[in-house]
């Protein structure tokens, strides 16, 4: 092959302003696998913002305020941590779910923190009723 023919190539997935970056902290990058027919981790918020890219399987994914949308390889994840409770990340298939997670951790806090039953009860009216999003076929 001659060497204009191999090049690299970049394709932006998903872009997010940087806000909600911690002015300090660390990054974490992890390779989350759910395993078939799984809820996936309890409700819980991240300390900073997560960013990820699914790489196979499928999960129900759901952000307060959002309506819970199906994600499968190639989509990408964002959640800008902070007060927002993620509610699922569920597998709903019979194989195993996986993706990659970038996460910006503010320096002194945990990574992940469980929501209890009460703060679930009185943020109710936060989370979305909108019908499941599925993708589009095509």
């Given at each position: ?63 307060e305020g959002d309506p819970a949308r199906v994600l499968r390889p190639g989509d990408t994840i964002w959640e800008p941590g902070g007060d927002r ?54």
């Open positions: 092959m001659a060497q204009s023919e191999i090049e690299t190539r970049i394709t932006v997935l998903d872009e997010h302003d940087l806000a909600e970056l911690p002015p300090s902290g660390h990054l974490m990058t992890a390779v989350v696998e759910i395993p078939p027919n799984n809820p996936g981790t309890p409700p819980h918020r991240h300390s900073g913002p997560v960013y990820g890219y699914m790489l196979e399987g499928e999960m129900i994914f759901e952000l409770i993620h509610y699922q990340a569920a597998n709903r298939t019979s194989s195993w779910t996986r993706f990659v997670v970038v996460m910006a951790c503010k320096p002194g806090e945990p990574m992940l923190t469980y929501v209890d039953a009460e703060e679930l009860a009185a943020r109710t009216h936060l989370r979305s009723t909108a019908p499941l999003v599925e993708p589009q076929a095509g």
